[in-house]
């Protein structure tokens, strides 16, 4: 095919349309994307092949007129483009960016598994992370443990126990570790306990709880959020939280955690005491036994920043 516009005006002079049809076609036979299509293609074209593929060429032209618009196409999310197929010329769909950045951001979604968590978790991000001199250790230990993990994941090390008053970004800290790993493809799993304790008394009466329990307990890398939040039962702290940490720790698995107690202030004020009052202070010793060997603490200070976003 020598020279495209004049096989194409051609094309529209030989044949016998009625005038609506060659309205139409004649808008597609100009369309710059398809003269420079077939500019570029004309060795492999010749003008029966581009009169036999006029059908492929409308429904480029519309396709992409639609995309353009952000109007509903034939294949939504997909960008109509112009290909050469034994010849003739068809259109073939490639996702466009839009389909492309979502499907990315699903990935890394699927990857941090949410449970009971704030929805500000999803766009926690290191970068967001403000560094002052209280929370500048936080943020060095949990870098340097992502930059440890991502090496080699299968590898034990601690996990840190964040330690602090309210709003001081704790939870958020959690969050932005979780969100860096999962561009590493590197899953997690953030549980907020108190809720998730609530959760494992109603399991009990759906016969769902050791389902649920293998399904924290076994996470590649878990998060427990919130620790002493609320008050916890014997069988809460002895048969939920207990189990997880002992699985964890038997099987080396990274495990962090958050909580507004020290933990000490755990151990003492938190754990020893049952719901009938009385001190039990060998079960609690043996949970922070866990939680120690498991993760470091690290006490975060300053103002409430859910107060003060600024």
Known sequence: MENVREVLQELMSKRKLDSKFQTLMSAVYTDPDVLQFCEQHKAELSSDSVARSASKLYEYVQERNKYQRHEATLMPGYEPILIVNNH?????????????????????????????????????????????????????????????????????????YLSGSFGVGKTYLLGAIANELATQDLASTLVHFPSFAVEM?????????????????????????????????????????????????????????????????????????????????????????????LATEITMVGVNRRQNSN
């Open 201 to 293: 008394k109603t399991a009990i009466g759906e016969n769902t709880l050791a389902e649920k329990l293998d399904a924290i307990k076994k996470a590649p890398l878990l998060m427990l959020d919130d620790i002493g939040a609320d008050a916890m039962s014997s069988w809460v702290r002895d048969e939920v939280l207990g189990v997880i940490l002992e699985y964890r720790m038997q099987n080396e698995l990274p495990t962090f955690f958050s909580s507004n107690f020290s933990m000490a202030q755990l151990e003492n004020e938190h754990l020893q005491m049952n719901q009938r009052g009385e001190l039990e202070p060998l079960k609690a010793k043996r949970l922070m036994e866990r939680i120690r060997f």
């Open 88 to 160: 003739l010329i068809e259109v073939s769909y490639r996702p466009s960016a839009q389909l492309l950045a979502n499907q990315k951001q699903q990935a890394l979604d699927a990857r941090v598994r949410s449970v009971n968590m704030p929805k500000m978790i999803r766009r926690a991000r290191f970068e967001d992370f403000f560094p002052d001199e209280n929370r500048k250790s936080a943020l060095n230990a949990a870098l340097d443990f992502v930059q440890a993990y991502e090496k080699n994941p299968h590898k034990f090390r601690k996990g840190l």
